[in-house]
């Protein structure tokens, strides 16, 4: 047993990051973030690292705050939860998105409040079947965090985001997919080596040119489409140049797979 709250592994290219409070569903505490925190910046910073897979252990996937940390006895001042998401959430959140390499989140069972919203940062969302995604915030009076209320009306429209977010009911993991809030939604017995094999697939495919498009797409919310022909521009003189494309043009034109090397 180890009492590391967030596991770490880096193996041919893949980081895996492991939420691991099983026994309060993965709910997160202040060493967690900070574990959490320290993971991201190893992955961020090796450069041998070229794709993120993050899962949950036991039953869960995330339920959110840990709410152990956040009962107030009469008369005690109130929690600032302002504060909370400036210090912890925000920053996994950004740091999370903004990762230069694809992003590969299995939710391998309930993800609940912030643990709800922390896949939808990630590039590809794979669920496990009797996984369910539950906007609880607004059952204890709290407001959908974790870009919550930016993700959901972007990938579900504003109908559906307010359904989940005020009323806050469980959303299978089918549902899920249909709606297009996940890539993914497939049995709990695959959902592992389906995710662990999209995210080895995507270390082998040329990075740069896989971060550039996220940036793309990701800056495609702010802006008009002209602004975002001007961005393509830019984007495709960068990804013009690096070593990745060389070889994709070659292996295309020498009948070969190409062999990318995240350069
Ligand atoms: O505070 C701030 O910093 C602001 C930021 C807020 C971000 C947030 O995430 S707010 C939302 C917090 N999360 C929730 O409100 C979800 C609370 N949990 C649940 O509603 C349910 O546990 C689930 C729907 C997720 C799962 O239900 P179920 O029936 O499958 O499991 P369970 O029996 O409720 O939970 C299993 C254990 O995990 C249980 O402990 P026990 O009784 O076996 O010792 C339960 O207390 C614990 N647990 C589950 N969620 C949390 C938790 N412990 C602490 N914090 C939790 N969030």
Not at 38 to 50: H, I
Not at 244 to 252: H, I, K, P
Request: charged residues 20%; hydrophobic residues 40%; aromatic residues 4%.
């Amino acid at each position: 047993m180890t009492d590391q709250t967030v596991l770490l592994s880096i193996e041919e290219g893949v980081a895996r990051i492991t939420l691991n409070r099983p026994d309060s569903l993965n709910s997160f505490n202040l060493a967690m973030h900070e574990e959490m925190h320290q993971a991201l910046k190893t992955v961020r910073q090796d450069p041998g690292v070229r794709a993120l897979l993050l899962t949950g252990s036991g039953r869960g996937f995330c339920a959110g705050q840990d709410l152990s940390d956040r009962s107030v006895a009469p008369g005690d001042e109130a929690p600032d939860l302002g504060e909370s998401l400036e210090k912890h959430y925000n920053p996994l959140l950004r740091s999370l998105r903004n990762l230069n390499i694809p992003t590969v989140c299995a939710v391998n069972g309930v993800a609940a409040g912030a643990g709800a919203n922390l896949p939808l940062a990630c590039d590809f969302v794979l669920a496990a079947r009797s996984a369910k995604f539950i906007q609880a915030f607004c059952k204890i009076g709290l407001v959908p965090d974790s870009g919550g209320t930016w993700s959901l009306p972007q990938l579900v429209g504003m109908a559906r985001a307010k359904g989940l977010a005020m009323l806050g009911e469980p959303l299978s993991a089918e549902q899920a997919e249909q709606w297009g809030l996940i890539w993914r939604c497939v049995d709990d017995a695959a959902l592992q080596d389906e995710a662990l094999s999209l995210t080895r697939h995507l270390a082998t495919q040329p990075t740069r040119g896989l971060a550039l498009i996220k940036r793309a797409l990701h800056a495609s919310t702010d802006n008009g489409f002209d602004a975002q022909l001007d961005l393509e521009r830019d984007l495709q003189r960068l990804a013009g140049r690096t070593v990745d494309y060389r070889e994709g043009v070659s292996a295309f034109m020498e009948k070969r797979t190409p062999h990318f090397m995240g350069e």
